[in-house]
């Protein structure tokens, strides 16, 4: 039943910015989202982890993107963003949305968006 959707993914040229965002559906009042976080995948390239953030509000990035981007869980419940700032021709990939929870008294289980293309080019 729970289903992520991903949007603002685009063309954007080096050095520009894009802000990502996610919105869960299906979720109860009683769904708890443990971990929040983005993963991106290029062609030939193995999915790898972009940035998170916990229930305890620690967040987590990968070395190539510190200081460029930025998660933060949104007003809404079962929402996350990224901001995107210095975009470069390597940040190119499938940004995919993931959320690690359940409701209360069950086990966490992962959710995965369908993705979003981001294209960084001139």
């Known amino acids: 039943q729970v289903q992520l959707v991903e949007s603002g993914g685009g063309l954007v040229q080096p050095g520009g910015s894009l802000r990502l965002s996610c919105a869960a559906s299906?979720?109860?009042?009683?769904?708890?989202?443990?971990?929040m976080g983005w993963y991106r995948q290029a062609p030939g390239n193995q999915r790898e982890l972009v940035a998170s953030?916990?229930?305890?509000?620690?967040?987590n990035y990968a070395d190539s993107v510190k200081g460029r981007f930025t998660i933060s869980r949104g007003d809404a419940r079962g929402t996350v963003r990224l901001q995107m700032n210095d975009l470069k021709p390597e940040d190119t990939a499938v940004y995919y949305c993931?959320?690690?929870?359940?409701?209360?008294?069950?086990?966490?289980?992962?959710?995965w968006g369908k993705g979003t293309l981001v294209t960084v080019s001139s």
């Open positions: 953030s916990t229930m305890a509000g620690s967040t």
């Open positions: 993931n959320v690690r929870g359940g409701n209360i008294g069950r086990s966490a289980m992962d959710y």
């Open positions: 299906g979720i109860g009042s009683f769904f708890i989202s443990n971990v």
